[in-house]
Structures are given as structure tokens and as C-alpha cells.
């Protein structure tokens, strides 16, 4: 054989041997459905939807804390969707939980947390109870402030952690402060949706009372401690603290119109609002007060932090007095303007000018063409009126007239012009007037009665402090 024939005998079985050798490689690949591109995984592989070159997709995290695989160097089977982000939940917020009132059977969905509220008061303790009922992974609690900003909570619980995983757990909170508090859950797994119970018993202090929101009350005419050395709402805020209810107290001019008023009382609340870590207040004015209030939501736009608004004899339809006394209607200025300036003690010009500027934001005139039609209520706050009826002595004694307030002597010429102008009355405002909103009703006093004056001696049948007892009560049972 020559020499050119073997070499080209040789070229050509290496040719042979090559192709064979690929032929195979290729089988071999498809046998075991491994091969790229094709849609079919396998563990830490690309899918069809991973565009070529990029590292596969995988779910958990070794560095993503309360994910399940914290620590272990794991991940998941690949799907081509990305994994929830613990650190990324969807914060659902959940309802607010009344007096025993649990949490039985709630599902947790993936890539979530869930935020509930209850009220408690001061002084106590309870007892909270976090059970997984189903679900992969432990499920954490915490308690904390309801202001607490989100990217805080897990590091600013107000009570031990509960983790619970086969078992129950408990931990028990001392109550710091009246009023709401927010109870956040998680899970460890959170690719995964979980069902849960949560309990709240309480061990300690139970005959304690609050209110969802801190209580502020608004004073009307004369300011706060403008009766002597005594408190405006006599005696109340002692009586309500004593019991667990919250409390704030507005001090605002003692006269001088509901747009400086209203102002006043807007900065006080963004101080109430930061002292009680509170996310809203219920608000509480009497007379004046009660028309400072509702500026306070429509004028300055604090219908996101007023839960609830009770007003107590407010003018909202004005007062006759104060038109009277400014000449706006026709009869005696002198007689009704001496009568008011005597009322709120204005002794000084200054005095004097402040005490008109506020008898004109009560006035019939402006309430009624000014004041409501640019201060509408917020429907994001209940509204809820109450007023006083009292009568003189010779309505007093007439039998089935209903009238069981003698009024006081200091307002008596009110009681009467009011009587005759407008009809029933407190002796400052009428019955028709002070009607707002959810209107409760009357109350056997008359407008010094309404706040405990003069040094708690009210009408016999009627109890100021019971009153606001029982009010502060009804704002627990509406979830305010």
C-alpha cells in the first residue's frame, strides 16, 4: 500500500471515530432531561424562562432573616417565580379586637403580615396567647405602639416575643399607658400561608376602663380655670384618670374667636397625638369648645387623627344672644352684651374686644352663612351632640311640663330671652341648636350644670360625673 493511501485510509477513520463520539454525548444528554432550553428542570437548573447565560432563579435566602432557611446554606426548588421578600411583606391590617374578642382560625396568607388592634388600660396585665394551628414554620407576635413606624416593629416589642411552633406560646403584657396598642404576626416561612389563634386574657387589673383614643376636652366660654381656682369640667378628668380612661385637656383663650381657638387646639393635638402614641383622639367640647372642635377637623384637616366629636351645648346653629348683644337683630345691645360681658368676666377693653370676637363665631349669623357651609363634616368622623334644658321657677313647679333643672340665677335673663325668641334652652343655647350629628338627647342641667359648675352642685337628678362616665364608656363600646 503506498504511503499517500494510508494516510488518507487513517484521515478518514478519525472522522468516523469523532462523529460517533458527539452522536452519542448528544443521546446521552437527552436520556437524562438535562438538556438547556428545553422547559424541564431539575435541582439548582435554568427553565425555558431564564434567558441564557443568567444564574438560575431560586426562592429563600441564607441571609434573609425569619425566612425558614436563616442559616441552613439552602434554597428551594427553582419555579422561575421570585420568592417573597421577608423583609418585604404586605402588611395587612387587620380588625380592632374588643373585650373578648380572640382571633380563632385566621389564615395568614404568603408573603404577608397582620396587624390588629386592641385597647387596654393602665395598671393591668394580660396575658396573650399565639397558637399555629396549621402551616409550615414557627408564627411570631408582637405587641407595640400603634404610631410605630413599620421598619421598627420587630425590634420595638412592648412585651416578651411569642413564637409559636408545635406549641402554643405566652407571654404577659403590662399595660404602660391606656388606649390602643397594635399586635403584629408573621410567619417564618413566609413563601407559605399559615392559620393561627390569638388570645388576650387579662390577669391583673381587670375592673380597669379605657377608651380606644385619648379623650381631649375642649372648654367654651371663660377658658380653663377661669371660675376661681377650679377646674372647667369640674372634676371630670380626676374622676376618668382614676378609672383607666385616657385624658387630655385643652387650654385655649378663655374668649376669642373659634378661628384662633381652633388653631390653638391643632397644635396641641399634634402634642397629645406624640405623648400618648396615638394615631388619632376623640375630641370633647362644651359650649364653644364643641365649635373649635369641628374646626379643628374641616378648617385645619385633622379628620384623619379625630376618631369621634361629642359636643355639649355647642351653638352650631348660633346662639341669639350673641346677635343680640352685637346688634346683628333688632332689641336691647346694651342689656344683652352686659349680660354676656358679666357671663365670661371681661373686665379690660382687651378682654372686652377678644370676648366679642368670640360672641360673633357664635352668633346666629355667622354659624349659619359662614361657619357650616365651609366647615362640613368629615365622614371619617362620628359626630355626636348632647345639650342641656332648664326652665325657670314657674316652668319648674308646673307638673308634666318635663322640665327638671331649676335654672341658676346667674343665667336666668338667658334662659328667658331664649325662652321667648327661640324656644327651650340651657339658658346660653337651645335645644334645636346644640343638635348635631348623632344627637343623644337632653340633659337635666343647664349650661353651667353641663360641666359640674358650680364646685359639682348640679340638679339632684342630675350626676355630671356619671355622665361623662357613662360617655367615655359609650366611646369604648363604638370603638373610639
Known sequence: MSAARSSALTTALAVSLLTLACGDSGAGGAEAGLTEGTGTTGSGTTTGD?????????????????????????????????????????????????????????????????????????????????????????LRATVVWPDEPTALVWQAGLAPPLVSGEDPAEAIFAVPRSGEFAVHVRSDSPDDAADYNLEFVCVIGCERETTRFPIVLVHGWTGFEAIGP?????????????????????????????????????????????????????????????????????????????????????????????????????????????????????????????????????????????????NPDDPRVQYISYTGRTCDAASFLIPGNGCHDLVDPLIGWGYALLQLARGDNDGLV????????????????????EVGQLFGVTDLKFDHLEFYRELARDLFAEEH
Open 230 to 374: 377650679i377646674t372647667y369640667f369640674y372634676g371630670v378628668t380626676a374622676d376618668l384618670e382614676s378609672r383607666g380612661f385616657p385624658i387630655e385637656i385643652a387650654v385655649l383663650d378663655p374668649y376669642n374667636s373659634s378661628t384662633v381657638r381652633s388653631g390653638q387646639l391643632a397644635e396641641q393635638l399634634d402634642e397629645f397625638l406624640v405623648a400618648q402614641r396615638a394615631r388619632k383622639v376623640d375630641l370633647l367640647g362644651h359650649s364653644q369648645g364643641g365649635i373649635d372642635s369641628r374646626a379643628v377637623v374641616a378648617t385645619h384637616g385633622y379628620g384623619d387623627r379625630v376618631s369621634a366629636l361629642v359636643t355639649i351645648a355647642s351653638p352650631h346653629r348660633g346662639t341669639y344672644i350673641t346677635d343680640l348683644a352685637l346688634g346683628l337683630a333688632p332689641g336691647g345691645v346694651e342689656a344683652a352684651l352686659g349680660f354676656l360681658l358679666n357671663f365670661v368676666g371681661a373686665v379690660s377693653a382687651q378682654q372686652k374686644s377678644d370676648a366679642e370676637a368670640s360672641f360673633y363665631s357664635l352668633s346666629e349669623h355667622y354659624m349659619q352663612d359662614e361657619f357650616n357651609p365651609t
Open 50 to 138: 431564564d434567558p441564557p447565560g443568567d444564574p438560575p432563579t431560586t426562592t429563600g435566602s441564607d441571609d434573609d432573616p425569619g425566612s425558614g432557611t436563616h442559616g441552613q446554606g439552602m434554597t428551594t426548588t427553582t419555579t422561575g417565580e421570585p420568592a417573597c421578600d421577608p423583609n418585604q411583606l404586605s402588611l395587612l391590617e387587620r380588625d380592632y379586637l374588643g373585650v373578648g374578642e380572640d382571633v380563632k382560625g385566621e389564615t395568614l396568607p404568603a408573603c404577608s403580615e397582620h396587624r390588629w388592634y386592641v385597647a387596654l388600660p393602665d395598671e393591668s396585665s394580660w396575658q396573650i396567647r399565639l397558637t399555629r394551628t396549621d402551616g409550615p414554620g414557627p
Open 430 to 449: 337651645t335645644v334645636e341648636s346644640a343638635k348635631w350629628g348623632d344627637y343623644r338627647g337632653e340633659m337635666i342641667a343647664d349650661h353651667i350644670d
